[in-house]
Structure formats: C-alpha cells, structure tokens
C-alpha cells in the first residue's frame, strides 16, 4: 500500500471519533446496524406492552409500534443534527446519543391505558414535554446541583439499572415461556464471550463492530437451536406511513401530573447520558448549551410525537455504553442507525425481521456492555469531583470500591 492511500485510510479510520468526521460507508455501516440491534427490542417492547394492556387490536398494535420506530428515528436525527442554531442556544444536543421509547414510563402508562386509553397517555406527554422544555431552558440555573459527584451517581444507577434488564433477557425475557432455559443462557453466554474476546483482542472494524459481531455469532447458535420464529415477518406488510392523531388526544389531570414527573426526573437523567457519552468518548463535560439543547430538543420531540402515536422517548443508556465501549462518535454512525431505524418503521416486514433476535442474545450484548463500558465512564465522572486529598485517598476510595463490588454482586443470579 502506498503513502498516500495509508494516509487516507488513517484519516477515515480518525474521521469514526469526531462527532463532525466523514468515515466512509463501508465503515459506517455495521457500526449503525450495531447500535439498532442494541436498541430495537427495548424501543418496540414497551408499546407491545401498553397495547396489550389497551386492548388494542392487531391493527392498531401495528401502528403504535411504528409510530415508536418511526419518533425514535426522528427524535435521534433531531438531537444529532440541531437546528435553529443561535450563540446561546439550539433544538438538540450536537451530541453523539440515540433516543427511543422509555421504559421508565411503562409502570405508569400500563395503569393509564388500563384505566383510561391511549389518548391520555398521548395527552399527559404533551404536558411532560413542557416540563422537559422547562427544565431544559433552565439548565443553568439547575446545573449548579448537579455538579460531577451527582451526575457520576447517576450515571453509576443508569450502569446498574441496566443489570436487571441484561439478566432477565439472558434467561430468555421475563414473560417467555422457557425463561431460565439453558439453552438461553448458554446462547447468552456464547454471546458474552464472543463481544468480550474481540473487545479486548480484536483490532480495527472487529473491535469496533464486536457487538454486532457477537448478536450475529448468537444468531447464528439461536437458529441452530430453533429458537427463531419468522411467523410475524411472513404476515407483516411491505410499507405503511403514520397515522397522525389516529389514537386522538385526551388530558386528565392526574394522568398528566404522573407523567409530567417521570419527565423532569428523564431530563436529570438525560444530563447522566449526555455527561457519560462526554466523558466516556470525548474526555470532556457536556457544555451548557449542549444539555439545554438536548434536554429542549427532548422535550419538543415528545410534544410532536405525542401527535403521531409515539410514546414518550428518552436517551438510550445502551447506546450511551457502545459509544464510551467503542470511541465511535460520529453522528454519521448514530444517523445512519437512526435511519435504520425509519425505515424499519416504514418498512414493516424489515422491523419485524430486526425484532426476531431473541432475547437471550440481547441480554447477552447488554450484560457486556455493561461490564466494559460503565466502569470507565462512572470513574471519569467520579474523578472529576474535587474532594479533599486525604478524604479522596480514604474514605472516597472506600465508598467506590463499596458501589464497584455492590455493582459486581448485582450481576448475580438468586
């Protein structure tokens, strides 16, 4: 190879860890798919849980899943590509991050759609997106009580929420018939070894891609083992756009004030992801204006989706752990997974396909990222925290050491 094509191929190979760099499709590619594979079960699975507790029908199923597809997609574009750009502020973060539908509103949506329908879901997030917006253009008068000691704790309970998740989807997922099985745990161990091996002994596109290289290597040993089921991507249609306003919208004020609370406490949240993807991959805090156009650019996102069918969003800690694992901050990477992502929206058949990874297999990429990833970025945090030498060296050293076992002992299986 001569000089000027080994130059070339360094600044590609760089142009994968700036946000603003221009790697070539070839390198972009299983990256993005890496980081949908990471997301699109968990962005999927808490509107087939809500529709379910609605009594939606197949039909209306349908939609709800992709209008979630479809909102994630677009509410990732937002937060990679800001716009209405001024010297103090922005709608988006400019920050290498992926958005999909929550979890952490699932509790409470459940018992909304079980009492009320989905229009109140729909109307109380229009009002959690105005206090997101709040929170969001007073960021830097709430900054000041998150200084790096809190948000290194939160990331820290971010790191250990994702543990729980991890092992109930190694065992195969909570509400599966053969939970537990060992053929799921030892697919998600096959799995686990696969990411770890080439995380630590892989070099280039084999270190970077080792997620997805693990998920296809558990794919592969889930097909051998029967464990896949292609019945819903035989059925599912070819194309389908959204639905504006076809669940309508409806607010109820006590639906609303529940919901309006899970928002301010994501936006705090919110400021542990965009702080850990800083610190993780960029070695650096997330700037004011940073945080206040991530946390706006939330906040109108979930206003607008609430018009779609979309179900409340909020940044994906999976993600936040793949780009501190991998370095990878290009938004060319997380907006070709956000385009994925659109069209597996759009395209039925195509989500459908994506959805039928088994569980197992994701829980054991997730329990990886996990293990590599949050210690690096929960010490950086930490370490940011200016606490007195002798404090530090004691009674500091102790307390981490104290979370960093409890963390190790959260991984156990009773």
Not at 182 to 196: E, F, H, K, P, S
Not at 221 to 241: E, K, P, R, T, Y
């Amino acid at each position: 190879m001569s000089t000027k094509e080994t130059g070339h191929s360094r600044q590609m190979d760089k142009a994968l860890f700036d946000f603003y760099g221009k790697p070539s499709f070839g390198q972009v590619m299983p990256l993005a798919i890496q980081h949908v594979l990471a997301m699109i079960v968990g962005c999927v699975t808490p509107s087939i849980i809500v529709a379910g507790v609605a009594g939606l029908s197949q039909k209306d199923s349908v939609i709800l899943i992709q209008a979630a597809l479809v909102m994630s997609a677009l509410t990732t574009l937002l937060q990679l590509f800001p716009f209405i750009k001024t010297r103090w502020f922005a709608i988006g973060a400019g920050l290498p991050v992926m958005m999909g539908i929550s979890f952490a509103y699932v509790p409470s949506m459940q018992a909304i759609a079980g009492e009320y329908d989905i229009a109140t879901i729909l109307g109380a997030q229009i009002v959690g997106g105005i206090v997101a917006l709040l929170v969001g253009l007073n960021i830097k008068r709430i900054r000041k009580f998150f200084p790096p000691l809190i948000t290194g704790t939160v990331v820290f309970a971010i790191g250990l929420s994702l543990y729980p998740t991890a092992i109930n989807y190694m065992a195969g997922g909570a509400s599966s018939e053969n939970y537990g099985s060992w053929q799921n745990w030892l697919v998600a161990v096959i799995t686990l070894i696969i990411v770890t091996f080439l995380n630590h002994y892989g070099k280039g596109i084999w270190k970077l891609a080792s997620i997805l290289i693990g998920i296809m290597g558990g794919y592969i040993v889930s097909l051998c083992f029967g464990m896949i089921d292609f019945s819903s991507v035989s059925n599912a249609s070819f194309f389908q756009l959204p639905k504006p306003m076809h669940f309508g919208i409806t607010f109820e004020p006590s639906s609303c004030v529940a919901i309006a609370i899970l928002f301010a406490i994501n936006a705090v949240q919110a400021i542990g992801d965009f702080s850990a993807t800083t610190t993780g991959a960029m070695d650096r805090m997330p700037t004011d204006k940073e945080l206040t156009g991530g946390i706006v650019g939330y906040g109108i996102s979930n206003i607008i989706s609430a018009f779609f069918g979309g179900l409340p969003t909020a940044t994906y800690s999976q993600n936040v752990g793949i780009v501190s694992t991998t370095k990878v901050t290009s938004r060319r990477v997380m907006g070709t997974a956000a385009v994925i992502l659109l069209a597996a929206g759009l395209i039925p058949k195509f989500s459908s396909l994506l959805t039928t990874i088994p569980y197992c297999v994701l829980g054991g990429a997730t329990i990886s990222i996990c293990i590599h990833s949050y210690d690096r970025y929960e010490t950086n945090c930490f370490g940011r925290a200016e606490f007195p030498k002798h404090h530090y060296r004691r009674s500091g050293n102790r307390c981490w050491y104290g979370c960093y076992t409890g963390k190790r002992i959260s991984c156990t299986v009773p």
